[in-house]
Each structure stands twice: as structure tokens, then as C-alpha cells.
């Protein structure tokens, strides 16, 4: 306890800022004389990482064929992960010391910076934020490698090679090519440059911990697919196994994406969470094929179906998350995450390459095993079905993809249109025909279609064509710049049109997913169960149409199309009416979740007379934790949901007030009471415009948004002040401040339903916790081993939430070569809004930014032509193409819609609609064989009549009383 | 390891640097990270934080030399029975898991309403069949291995007891000593690895089997 205490008050002194004053030069130099080969001994440090994670890579193959060398293995991944938890503690001691011999170091930090900011810096470059996910990574492997001691000993080899793989790869990269302990060729500096004051920020601190959490987290569970998949072991055991890491990921990647998103919402200032951006996209990606993932393994474990489609699933993840690092640090597509651009890229692409080819082939390898083939017998044709099944997809799949590209040149369209019928041809029939002749899938194993394991089977698919979309879309720059030359950009506008209606169809089955038993609904029960959602869900509908306009929430919002033409209309339309369908369904779900509670509650009070409501829910969740933390977590993603809904109701302004001025806006009552200057901080410089604002007739506070200049960075921030209510946030953006006048502008958004995100994330949170509390029960393990569980998820959920929920002012964010945030935007009608929100800003500094939020010089210059134009009576589409035309196709945030470009929508949305026919057809073969054959009794008897009771009923029942809950 | 150097036939037998011969207490390793973490909050309270950050990195580098020389044993380790592999599960016991896990998922949707009572009846006799036949399937699977350890164990049992069909053999002074130099062997008490019956140590874990016996 003692050791505790003093841990958090030296944690808390630590990250009070120091400011203590600059140390003369030659105790500096004095400092560095103990420890000269600083560099050369971290650089060391990594290449005896290499040498030392090839050793446990061998040692754990030869470990394969001679199981007595497992330990040697184990032992060896061990010493790897110390000697990289040494070489992070280096570089920390670096950083600690001043020693800015370092490249990095100097890069990075500056004298004036506070403990924890130094150690912020850590991760905040690329060659230091490569070493802190290699020691995530390492704690990821050391925690398994000693969870695993006795267990799965033949997969373990397996394990320990993959992830000494991995390791080896980021290390090699460090090495070569981003190696944090190189020197600077100058020398050794007096004083650092300092962190990019974007980066001194509390969400930047744990965002990308966090995030690096989530991604490495899928590292473990992918190590356990590739064992199985070597092995051959491909039963439900690695499975089980990886349950808990796989949603020990998803947690950190959710809790990792919304503290982006508050970080975005409380930093850059345009009032918004979520920008589309690549960035954001390449972390938003692995989380979606992560959720589908937790929700597949569910049917293989009730039926030993879609061993296959798991593993895909899991290597997609890795995948992923390899793929987002490599967008992050490689800046081939531009983004307001664009680190330092590099020459890494490439080892990722072999990487990446590596990734898909190895577990390609071994998935073709072991198909037969995949498929269940040793219990049908004739394995050789099987297999060569099964290879030519899946080779046909793949082709198909190309072909597809080719078809639509090509379709776009009119020469090819009738040879694109005929290959295309015939590659949907082969598709249907080919290999349907090929499923007949050699009947290995598990015909008839599902009595019905309404049924949750094809609820799942929808859900895997719906998610899984966000995934792809975003995919696609985040890679299109490249793709069309490779094959046309042109460039182009896909902006947020792009996004929010074409998510809204995968969005609601995820939300939409989310609802109806509960509500479907495993296996059979009756009929019966299956109006039982909608009748109560459905009806909610209308009369919250008919409530939003009817008071939704008074109150400020009208039930449809008229969005700009962000096209001209059907196609955009159509869009338009959707987005439209979001509000309204998002709320029903938001309606829908809830009732469900709590119909779902009450009914198991129900039943349970019926069979455990002692038990009361309270203790009874306890007891169900309990005993059933995945199901009843898989609702929580539902529950949480409505809440985001009803967030997300707010955004079409936003509403922002700007302001220029003199002193003593008061503005009314949307029920606000905003007096300016003048500029505040604070010069408290060594650093910077902290100007504040004082603001009381009042709501009706209540008094709310003085908000404080200011304008920071750090001096060192000559880069002035704005600070945001926020004030969070239920139903909607006053978010102030401070524009200019001039310090003679006196005069300010504000920019002044009202966000509603802001809250509800973060609400949504911590519920969400909570829920998964819920799932991923250990089931081991007390009586059984013992007091040791329970708290010992118990205790490490309590530990690693409480980080995690701890740190997600601790407020923290804002204090910067201002990248360092773009004049970002300097200004404001000024926009006085909704042509305008519609004008410049589809344009982008080519000042060169803020890379994607559209005119309608970027506020520097150049867009301020673009925006004032183009306003006198369109007051001169120009037309919105007009102006659009005279942009274009001056300055390229990727002037424009939404890629027009003609020609090639078409493919960005159209090869996902083909893809999109081949998922769901081959959904339907993996959920109509499964039940088609029930529905048409009665299941034979195994025994001949009376039909009707009960089986003849033998010595395996008694047995059977002993075994169902003995199987845990676990499985629910 | 002091046992190891007591006698030459132990050497033979004992794995040379089992690292587990003396298995440490379970507290230690929890109370010499608490006792680095306090030590590494004293220095940085006493000196300066970077201070510390050297010191937990020493610790860290000791920690790896540790870890490769133990690499080291266990690689030079003589080779001991490596224990039985464990059995992947075969299709027929995950099948037998999955129609457990079926009729489970049916009590429960009895239980709460969505399954009405006739489909209830039907889709329960399918799954208590399917389970039962699994188990059949299960069970023949495991016939052979569970006769020859049917099979073992009465071996064992038949070598402790008495032989009362072999008199040529109580002609010798004491009728049981050969039987015993081959077959009675002492169980170590904690291992329950069993040693020739005049070990001194465990040739597993290096138990005393000595004093054991003194004592006994």
C-alpha cells in the first residue's frame, strides 16, 4: 500500500510541469560522460533483439518435432521481451536525461517539458512510436507465453514462432531504417526542439497507447490461427482459447477509436468527432472485422461450421492492423495524422505480403481438415473440389472487380458485361454444383431460416461490407492515381453520404439479432417477441414526427446531395430521413434488450422461487456472461447511435464581438466580457476571451476559449471550452483576438446529443467488461488462482477505463506547418455551406481539409471570390467545376461521379450485394436439408413415441449438468 | 543444485539445471516487483526520475541475462520422457461438445419463451439422439486406450500383491526381495514420480527420498 501511495504521489509530481531553469552546458556535458555509449548500447540493444527473438523463432520450430525444447523456447521469448522492455526503458532514460545526442530526443523533447509529457514523448514520433508498439507486443507475448505454461503445449511452438515473427519484423524496420537511437550528425544539442504542441494534449497522451493496445491485442489470437491451421488442431480448442484475447482487443480498439474521436472533438476545433479521415478509417477497420469475428466463432462452436470463414476473419484483423500502421507511417495517403514520411512503407508491403500468402496457403493446405472431410471419407476428391471451390471464388472475385473498372471504358463494356454474367454464372452455379456432388457442408444442420445463427450470418456480412467499403474507398487515391493518373480525394462528405445506409442496416439487425433463438423461433414466439420493440419503435416514430419540430428535433433533416442526379438524390434522401430511422431503431433496440432481460429474469424467477428481481439479473449475468455483456454492449452502441444522430442537428455561427457585446444563439445568451491574458506558463503564451453565457434565464458559467502561442513553436493553438449538457453541447471555438481593439471572433457550434458518444463508449466499455470477465468460479479454482484472474482483467479494464474517463483540459492543437485553426470560417448561406463543403483547401498545409473548415489565408481568399460569385448569381455547380477545372480533380472532396471514378462506389457496392447473395446461399443450404427431410429417429421405433431410455441418457445427463455456462 | 553432486548414480538420472528443482516460493516474484517498483520510486524521489529509468533498464538487462542462461539449461537439459502429447479433441468429442451445447441452448430458449412446446419436444429428442450418438462414437474411440490403461493398472495392481502360485521361488531367503529390486519402487510424495527403491533422490524433482524414508 505504502509502496502505492508513494508510486502515485512521485507519478503526480512528475507530471506537474518542471520549468525548472536550463542546466549550464557542462554539467550537461558531465551528465553524458557516465554513460557515453548511450547510443551504441540501445542500438545494440535492438539488433540483439533480432538476434535473440531468431533464437526463440528456431528453438520453438525445433520445438515442433522435440516437445523437451518447448521450455528452452519459452524461456528465450522471454529474454526477448525483457531486452525490449530494457531497450524502452533507454530510451526513456534518454529522454529523462536530456540527452540530445539523440536524433529522436532532440526532435521530440525540450528541456522545459514535465515528466509525463517527456515520457509522452516515447511514442510521440514514428522511430519512438515503432519501439512502444514492439514493447506492447512484447507484454502482449510475455502475458501469453506464461498464461500458456501446461497448456496447449503442442500449439505453443506455433504461438511463440509467429509472434517472434512479428517481432522481427518491427525490429528489423527499427534497425534499418527508423532506428530511435540514432544521432543526430550535428552533435549533441544544447536544447531540444520540442513536442509538437498537437501532440501535449491528455487524449493524445492515451490515444494512441490505447489504439497500439487494441492493434497488438489481434496479434495474439492470429498466432493462435496460424498454430491451429500448422497443427492441423483446428476443433473448437483454439478457439476457446482466444475468445478472451480477441475481446481484450476489440475493448481497447473501441476504447482506442472513441478517444480519437474525442480527441478530434476536443482539439481541432471544426466541432466534429469523426473526419473519415485514413487514418481514422485504418483503425475503424480492424474493429469491424474483429466484432463480426466474435460474433462467428459463436456458430463454430454450436456447429462446427465457418471454420474457414474464422480464420479468414482473424487474418483479415491482423491484417488490418498491420495495414492501418502502415497507412499511419508510411504517408502515402494524406491525412492530419501525416507523420514523418518515410521509407518503411516498403517493409510493410513485404510484410503485408507475407501475412496474405502464408495464411492463404495454409488455409488451402488444410481445407480438407477445415471442412470436416476425415468424417465424410474420400479425402483426395474432396480436396480437390474444395481447392477448386475456392479458386473459382477467388477468380470470380477478381474478375468481378475487373469487370466493373472496365466497364467504365465503352470499347470493353460488352466483353465486361459477358464475363461478368458468366463469372456470376460460375459463381452460382459452378460451385453450388461442385457443393452437390461432394455433400460436405453440414446440410440441414439449422432447422430454420429465421434462426440467430443466420442473424449472425447477416451480421458477419453487413459488417464485413462496411469493412470492405472503407477499404476500398481509404485505398481508391492510390488505385485511380496508379491506373489513371488522376488524382483524386475522398473527403467527409463522400463518407457520411454512402455509411448512412450501411449504417442503419447494421443498427436494424443489431435490433432483430436477439430476438431470434438459436436454431428455431416458433412462430408464435416470434410475433411474441417483435410485437413489444415494433410497437415502441412506431410510437417513438409517430412522437418524433409529431413533437420532433417543436422541440428542435424535426424527424427529417434535408441534406445536400453530393451528387448530381439519381444517384445522389437517392443518397440525399437516405441521409435525410437518418434522424427518424435511427431513432426508431434506437427505440427498437432498447425495447428489445430490456424484453430480452426481462424474459430470462422471468423465467429464472420461476424456477429459483428465492430469488428476487435484483439478485435474479445478477445470477443470469453471471451465469451467462457473453450473452448478457454482449447486450450491454449493444445497448452502448445505441447510445452512440442516438450521438451520432445529433450531428444532423448541428447548428454553428460566427461571431465578431467588441467588449461588452451580447449575441443571442439558439437559446444562448453570450456576453463577451473581454480578452485575458495569462503569462503562468514558461512555454507558452495564454490569451483567454471571457465569455458569460446564459440559457433562458439560468446562468450558466463563463466559458474561457483561448488562443495559446507556444513560444518556442511560434504556433498559435485555439483552445475549445465546451459546456456538456444532456441534450446538447455549447462548443466555442475562439477565432482571432486582437489585443488593441479588443474586438474577438467566436466560432459557435451546438452540438446536440454530443454526450451520448461518450455515454454510448463507456457502456460499451462496461459491457465488453462484463464478457470478458473471467468465468472461473470461486469454489472451484480456489481464493488464489480466482483473485489472480479476477484481478488481472480488473487491472487491465480499470487502465484502460481510468484513463478514458479522467477529464482533461485541452491544451493545444496546432501542427506545425500548416496555419491550421488560425482563423475561422465564415459562411452565410447554405449555398455557400453546400459550396464549400465539397471543395477542398489547397493551401498545401492542411493536406485534407475542405474550405468550410480550414482557416487560413488561402482558403479565406478562395472563399471571398466564390461568395461574391455566388452573390453575383452564379450557381453552386457552376462554381464547382470552374474549381475543378483551375485546380484539378482533387480539388473536390467527393470524386465526381463519371467515368473510372464510378468504380469507387461501384466495386464495393457489387461486392457488397455478391456478400449477401452468398450469405443467403450459406443460410438456405444450411437449412435447406431440415426443412425438407423429418430428422429419422436413429433407432427404429414407434414414431412419436419416446426413445427407449439406455445407459447414455443417464450418462448425457450427468454431462449436461457437468458442462458450464461458459458456452452460452 | 547440491543435490545433484551427492551421488553418481543421481547425477544420471537428475535433470542437470532443472530450474524447478526447488520450485520458489509463489510470493517471490510478486514481492520483487513490488520491491523493484519501490526501489525504482525511492531513487526517483531521492535522485531524479532518469535516475530510475537506469536503474529498472539494469534490472531489465539482469533479467534477460537470466532468461538466456536458463535458455541455455533448458537446452542442454539430457533428455527426459518427454511427457504424453496432449490429444488434440477429434471431431467426435467437439461434435459431442456442440450437441451439449445444443440442448443447453434449448432449455434456455424453453426457458424464456421462444420455442414452442412441440418444436421443443421434436428438436429435443433430435439433440439428445445426436448427443447420445456422439458419445457412443466418443466412447469407441477411446475403447482401445482405456483397455490398455485398464490393462496397466492391473499390472501395477497384480505386481504389489502377494504371488501365491510361484513356491519355487520362497525356497530363497527372503521371498520378496527380487520381486521388489525390480518392481517396488517409491513414490516421491511430491512429485509422484516413482524412483527405484533405493533412490536417494527424486530423479525428477530432486526430492529427499532419503529422509523421507528415514523418517517413515
Redesign the interface.
Known sequence: MTAMAMTLTTLSSWLAPAGQPLEPIDVIEDRFAGLRSLPAFGTAGLYAVMVVAGLAFCLSIWATKRPRYLDAARSAAYATCALIVFDLLLLAYAFLSHDYRLRYVARYSDRSMSVGYLLTALWGGQDGSLLWWLFLLSANTAACVLWMKGKYKELQPYIIATLMTIMIFFVIIMGFSANPFSESIAGARVDGEGLNPLLQDFYMIIHPPSLYTGFVGCSVPFAFGIAALATGRLGEEWIYAVRRWMLFAWIFLSIGNTLGMAWAYTELGWGGHWAWDPVENAAFMPWLSASAFVHSIMIQERWRMLKVWNIVLLSVTFFMTIWGTFLTRSGMISSVHAFAQSNIGVYFIYFLVTIATVTTALTVYRLPELKNVSEEGKPTEMYRAEVGKALIRVLAMFTVVLCVIRWQTPKMAPVGALAFVTVIGLIVFGANRLAHYFPNQKRGAIEALLSREAAFVANNWILLAMQAFIAITTAFPLISESITGEKITVGPAFYNAWMVPLGLSLFALMGVGPLLGWRKTSDSALRKAFFAPGITMFAVVAMHFAIGKKIGFPAIVESDPIYSGALGSILAKASSVFPVVATGLAAFNVAVIIQEYSKAVLARMRTHRDENGLTAVWALVAKSRRRYGGYIVHLGIVAMFLGFTGGAYKVDQEFSLSKGDVVEYHGYQITYLGPRRVNDDPAKMEIYVDLAVKKGNTELRTMTPARFVYRRQQMPTSEVDIHVGPFEDLYIAPGSVNPETKTATIHVFVNPLEVWIWLGALILVFGAAVSTWPEAALQEVGIGAYLRTAGATAASLVLGVALAITPARANAQQSGTSSLHAGTVEMKSPEERRLFNQLRCLCGGCDRLPLSACVCDWAKEARQEMSSRLAAGESVDRLIDDYVAKHGTDAKVVPPNTGFLKSIWLVPSVLIVVGAVSAVFVVRRWTSGARNVEPKPPRAGEPGKPLPKDEYDDKLDKELRDLDDRSL | MPEDSETGADRQAAPVGDVEARPLP?WVIPAGI?GI??VA??V??LS???VS??F??AI??L??VG??F???Q??A?P??D??P??L????A???K??A???????E??K??????P??YA??L??Y??E???T??VVDEERKEARLRAEKLVAQEIAAFLPKADEPEEEVGTEPDEPEEDENVVITCPKCSTKNDADAVFCKKCGHDLAKKEASA
Open positions: 509463489r513490488l517498483a519501490a520510486v525511492g526517483g524521489r531524479s526520475p532518469a529509468a537506469l529498472l533498464s531489465a538487462i533479467s534477460v532468461f538466456l536458463r535458455t541455455v533448458n537446452v537439459a533428455p527426459i518427454d511427457e502429447e496432449e488434440a479433441p477429434t471431431q468429442e467437439d461434435a461438445r456442440a451439449l451445447r445444443a440442448l443447453r441452448d434449448l434456455y430458449e426457458g424464456i419463451g421462444n420455442v414452442s412441440a418444436d421434436k428438436l429428442e433430435k439428445r439422439a448427443a447420445k450418438r458419445m457412443r
